[in-house]
């Protein structure tokens, strides 16, 4: 089952649960195979999140440099103190050449 298999699984789970026409042993039965997809959809959005890579630049070549995001280790002043080393080592695209300021083309 994929990720959005369990997730409309689950959205039927909640539903019929809600509407609290089931017996005691179909609820339960329910509620177990709710948790049980919840762990499995938990456990997929993880993995999903560790192959997501950060661009983090262009090597010479002019081929992306990425990284792996690791953010849930860090703490978010690790995380903001990141953010500002990138911004601050970034250089922009169209930098103006500053040997030519004041001449006229």
Do not use: C, W
Not at 15 to 44: F, I, T
Not at 60 to 72: A, C, E, F, K, R
Not at 96 to 104: M, T
Request: charged share 35%; hydrophobic share 30%; net charge negative.
């Amino acid at each position: 089952m994929n990720f959005e298999e369990a997730l409309a699984r689950l959205e039927t789970i909640v539903r019929d649960l809600e509407e609290g026409s089931l017996g005691l042993d179909d609820s339960l039965a329910r509620y177990e195979e709710g948790v049980k997809l919840l762990r499995q959809s938990h456990e997929m959005l993880q993995r999903a999140e560790r192959r997501i890579e950060m661009l983090t630049g262009v090597d010479q070549d002019g081929n992306p440099v990425t990284t792996p995001l690791d953010d849930q280790a860090l703490s978010l002043d690790e995380k903001a103190d990141r953010r500002s080393r990138r911004r601050s080592t970034a250089k922009p695209a169209t930098a103006p050449d500053s040997s030519q300021e004041g001449e006229s083309p």
